[in-house]
Structures are given as C-alpha cells and as structure tokens.
C-alpha cells in the first residue's frame, strides 16, 4: 500500500512540476498585441468560414442585419430601428446613425447602409481586393519593428 500511494506522489509531483513550467513559460513568453478591430473574434459575416472576409460577405451580412432591424418594411431605418442594428454586432455597436444617413435625411436607406465602407475591410485589406486574408491581418497587427507608422489602406469598398 505505502509503494502504491509512493508512486502516486510520484505522479502528482511530476504533473505539478510540469503544469509550473508550461505555466512559466506562458507567462515568460510575451504574447502579439491584439488588435482592437478583432477583440471580439474573427468576423462572424464569414459567410462560407474560409478565414477570408469579403466585401460580398460583408454586404450580405449588413443586408441581413438591415432587414431584420427594418421593423415596419419600409426600406428605411429610423433612429429607434437603428439601436437594433447597434445591437446586433459587437462591432456596430458604437455606430453612429449619422455616419451612415449621408444625405442627413433622418432615415438611412438600405443602400445607405449596405454600401457603407466596413472599417475591418479597410483596415486589413492592405492590396485593396476588397479580400482580407489571415496574412494581411498578421501584417496588420504585427508591431512595426522600425516603430514608424503602418501604412494606412486608401478609402475604398467594393
């Protein structure tokens, strides 16, 4: 019995060695800053969840976003439809009903909104495909050894 619970200790002074190292290491090991345009993950409007984030996919998704916030169907969205789109994504919901009424009309239509440029897209899309893939995002949120700024993508949507 008293060989049985020896190897026991045995094992879990091992096991508690082991987990103090990988957890030294983990905390030794700086980890890459994360990039406040993903802090909630990947985009969800990834329609066919290939890792590369279009501007097809982007238009799709705010047209879905779009249409279940439209609650009378009338083409439009009021201020008060608007606090849905807000709360339909994590990335809109800081949005702001007057940057998406362009013509300060009071309503915003639905090409208003689908045609909108999408922040992520422009931030990431560093070769202007209206494509981001997993490469330009690790470029993007790779710090720049010279510390000098990165390179800003021009204002375009697709």
Aim: glycine share 6%; with cysteine.
């Amino acid at each position: 019995m008293s060989r049985r619970i020896s190897v026991y200790h045995i094992g879990a002074a091992v096991a508690l060695l082991l987990t103090s190292v990988s957890l030294a290491h983990a905390q030794s090991t700086p980890q890459p800053a994360r990039d406040g345009t993903l802090k909630d993950g990947p985009p969800v409007w990834d329609a066919n969840r290939d890792g590369v984030y279009t501007c097809d996919e982007w238009k799709k998704y705010a047209d879905r976003i779009f249409m279940s916030a439209d609650r009378n169907h009338d083409g439009n969205l009021s201020p008060s439809e608007f606090e849905t789109v807000r709360k339909a994504d994590a990335t809109l919901a800081d949005a702001d009903f007057g940057y998406f009424d362009e013509n300060q009309d009071g309503k915003i239509t639905r090409k208003e909104f689908v045609e909108k440029p999408n922040a992520f897209i422009l931030r990431f899309d560093t070769n202007g495909d209206c494509r981001v893939t997993a490469d330009e995002i690790k470029a993007r949120t790779t710090p720049n050894p010279s510390g000098g700024a990165v390179e800003r993508p021009r204002d375009r949507f697709h």
